[in-house]
T-cell receptor
Framework: DVKVTQSSRYLVKRTGEKVFLECVQD?????MFWYRQDPGLGLRLIYF???????EKGDIPEGYSVSREKKERFSLILESASTNQTSMYLC????????FGPGTRLTVT | AQSVAQPEDQVKVAEGNPLTVKCTYS??????LFWYVQYPNRGLQFLLK??????LVKGSYGFEAEFNKSQTSFHLKKPSALVSDSALYFC??????????????FGKGTKLSVIP
């Protein structure tokens, strides 16, 4: 079974803090993705990576950056967290269909 | 550009009755189509996909979906609903034309409630 893990299920941070969300997959997939999920908006793509050290902006990259130093790990970084970044963050990896992690519910206060 | 529409925010059905969750799509090339399910406080789970071939696709948990090219639709169906099917369902599309082909575009989701 494909396994995608995310470092935290729930996270509470303060406005202005730097936040790291980690995602690890164990299936040697080249493609990895970060989404945010908000009620009524579905999933929106923040960034994706099609190989180590390669990244592409998705639909809503503002306020976020990513890092992919190793094939199995894809990190999402909020340089200075803001309250409008309170959301559910989902990581996925892909070969064929996408496989999702359990999600991190981030609250920025 | 690719897009997906799920016209119903919520669908309610009685246990044992057939269910349909609707999805329409728009792509410039040929579509790759997917259905995912999300249970509360969980990530998304893959249900089924259409790439090519038979228009009726069978997937996990007794679900199936019918690809209709003329209507640009990919509706999710199940002959007999279970209470445990209650969840949030997402349709997604990817364009096979090459540019941006890694990206899935998701619909906004349909909440399915199966009433005992």
């Amino acid at each position: 079974d494909v396994k995608v893990t995310q470092s935290s299920r729930y996270l509470v941070k303060r406005t202005g803090e730097k936040v790291f969300l980690e995602c690890v997959q164990d299936m040697d997939h080249e493609n990895m993705f970060w989404y945010r999920q908000d009620p009524g908006l579905g999933l929106r793509l923040i960034y994706f990576s099609y190989d180590v050290k390669m990244k592409e902006k998705g639909d809503i990259p503002e306020g976020y950056s990513v890092s992919r130093e190793k094939k199995e790990r894809f990190s999402l970084i909020l340089e200075s967290a803001s309250t409008n970044q309170t959301s559910m963050y989902l990581c996925a990896s892909r070969r064929g269909e996408q496989y999702f992690g359990p999600g991190t519910r981030l609250t920025v206060t | 550009a690719q897009s997906v529409a799920q016209p119903e925010d919520q669908v309610k059905v009685a246990e044992g009755n057939p269910l349909t969750v609707k999805c329409t799509y728009s792509v410039s090339g040929n579509p790759y189509l997917f259905w995912y399910v999300q249970y509360p406080n969980r990530g998304l789970q893959f249900l089924l996909k259409y790439i090519t071939g038979d228009n009726l696709v069978k997937g996990s948990y007794g679900f199936e979906a019918e690809f209709n090219k003329s209507q640009t639709s990919f509706h999710l169906k199940k002959p007999s609903a279970l209470v445990s099917d209650s969840a949030l369902y997402f349709c997604a599309v990817r364009d096979d034309s090459g540019a941006g082909s890694y990206q899935l575009t998701f619909g906004k989701g349909t909440k399915l409630s199966v009433i005992p």
